[in-house]
């Protein structure tokens, strides 16, 4: 049996001839650079941080750690007592004499009101009575002067009726002018006998009544006096051939 190797010439009996690699252009059997240097790295990019909790598919979501809870506000602070008023000086002691002394009389031109007599007799001042409102012109047959004087002192009619009633004495007839003074005197008489226990109250109100008589003059006057500018109107008018 004979070798093939041997008869090929090409027997190497386990034995390298030199360096084998170096007939492959210089480089390794371990595939390094020539000169013994190892090629730089890539520098690898850095992977994205995962959540710190993670909610994997089929598995109960984890809560989020919990908000922290504010601190209550510190209280404020306590405002300092308010000092206590001054207390009210007392009032100055009343002169010596009363409580009117030292008060000074009203001024000459000032009326002080006059006081009321708890003891008047009611009708006592319509006995100087005087007036300027007299009764129109009439056919009847009565004291004019009396009349108006009851008239105006009455306290059971109002301003307003009392001059309704002068205006009116044409139209009237006589029985009736007769019952009117018989009723003025009848009220006038009473109110006398009243007088001891309200004096004070009937001189009040028979001085209101003498104010509202007043009124009733001036109204009379004021149509006196718009009668008679019409009637120098008109004189002029006609003067003028209008």
């Known amino acids: 049996m004979t070798d093939d190797n041997q008869g090929s010439g090409n027997y190497t009996a386990g034995f390298s001839f030199g360096d084998q690699g170096g007939s492959q252009g210089g480089q390794g059997q371990d595939g390094t650079q020539p000169g013994g240097t190892q090629p730089a790295q890539p520098v690898q990019p850095t992977p994205p941080v995962q959540p710190i909790y993670q909610n994997p598919t089929g598995t109960q979501p984890v809560p989020p750690a919990p908000v922290p809870t504010p601190a209550p506000p510190a209280p404020a602070p306590v405002p300092a007592p308010i000092p206590a008023p001054a207390p009210m000086p007392a009032p100055p002691a009343p002169p010596v004499g009363g409580p009117l002394a030292g008060i000074t009389p009203p001024a000459g031109g000032a009326k002080a009101k006059k006081p009321i007599d708890p003891n008047y007799l009611f009708g006592s001042k319509m006995k100087t009575f005087t007036t300027t409102v007299v009764c129109p012109a009439h056919q009847l047959n009565f004291d004019e002067a009396k009349f108006i004087n009851l008239l105006a002192g009455s306290i059971s ?27 003025f005197d009848e009220e006038r ?27 009733i003059e001036l109204m009379y006057k004021s149509e006196v006096s718009g009668k008679k500018d019409e009637e120098d109107a008109e004189a002029i008018r006609k003067q003028l051939g209008l």
């Open 157 to 183: 009619l109002t301003k307003d009726e009392k001059k309704k009633i002068v205006d009116s004495i044409p139209k009237l007839r006589q029985e009736q002018v007769d019952e009117l003074i018989r009723i």
């Open 189 to 215: 008489a009473k109110f006398i006998e009243l007088s001891p226990k309200h004096g004070a109250q009937l001189e009040k109100l028979e001085a209101e009544h003498a104010a509202d008589w007043k009124d």
